[in-house]
């Protein structure tokens, strides 16, 4: 049941990246880019995500249990600091020069090309060097 559910929502994801044009990287960009020619179409696409997902968290917080019977995870560290500013400016760097984050980047496997390939191998080279290359004690 875990897996169709999993199968369910990854496929309504993908779908909604690809309506929405998250999987455009000139959509993307033109979203970005606030001081020249701003396209504010994907703000739309934003609220949709942020709105539900302040819903979800809300619902989680007063939950010990998932929706499936299994128990949640712990509160992870909140506070603010030194890797996660360093992850922030390299994943907000990286999604400016390419137009596409993660999700995007695995959607737009099956047609973006050459360009869409070498980011996603980019990309999971730069989780393997973290992974392996930083103190975990930090995170």
């Known amino acids: 049941m875990q897996k169709i559910i999993a199968f369910t929502v990854g496929g309504l994801f993908g779908v909604g990246l690809y309506i929405s044009q998250m999987t455009n990287t000139l959509k993307v960009q033109g979203w970005l880019d606030v001081f020249g020619e701003w396209d504010p179409t994907l703000t739309f696409v934003m609220g949709g995500a942020i709105i539900p997902m302040f819903v979800a968290w809300w619902v989680a917080d007063k939950r010990t249990k998932s929706f499936l019977g299994k128990n949640l995870p712990p509160p992870t560290k909140t506070e603010i600091n030194k890797p996660l500013i360093i992850g922030s400016i390299c994943f907000g760097t990286g999604w400016g020069l390419s137009g596409l984050c993660p ?21 999971l080279t730069g989780i393997v060097a973290v992974s392996r290359f930083t103190n975990k004690e930090n995170y």
Do not use: R, W
């Not at 999700?103 to 990309?123: C, D, V």
């Open 103 to 123: 999700g995007p980047a695995i959607a737009s496997l099956s047609f973006g090309g050459l360009s869409g390939i070498i980011f996603f191998i980019s990309m």
